[in-house]
């Protein structure tokens, strides 16, 4: 995938998942933000037409290297599409998702939800913010964008490059009523 054509991605997602944030659900935003995510490397590591996707598809008994979250976070570490601080934020984020998802224990638990959340951002280094909203809103640019600048990297571009597309690409996007 090309960096404009990653870029566009990355854009129309972010578009996507700025436009669905503005819900007062924690866990519906942390829901929201892994399905994106998913997607967004679900998409690179299908790209991904090196030996080494296809090694990978065969060590997991056939499973797609991006079957579920967990698999395509670490698929998409073993490829070099993201580092390892990214995967880690990624890691956090999946479990954060699956104790909302699957477990009553957090439902109500605000105060946890937050600590969790600010842990994902501290992780990052994202910009620090008291309220728990933007600090997830925080945490959600910063790993959308993360994947994006360390899949560029992993293929002999830069963090520039994926900037100078940026606005350009947004604007267009915006314009089409993404």
Known sequence: MNIQDLTEKVVRLRIF????????????????????????????IEDDQSIRREALNRLRGGKSAHSDFYRAIDSALLLGIVRESTARGLHLLRELRNDLAHGIALMGNDTEVSQRIQAISEALSAVPNDEPKWVFHGVAIELIHGICYDYAESHGSSRDAV???WEPIRRRVLNEGA
């Open 163 to 165: 900037i100078a597309e």
């Open 17 to 44: 998942y700025d436009r669905n944030l503005h819900t007062d659900s924690m866990r519906g935003n942390v829901i929201i933000l892994s399905s994106v995510i998913h997607a967004l490397l679900s998409d690179l």
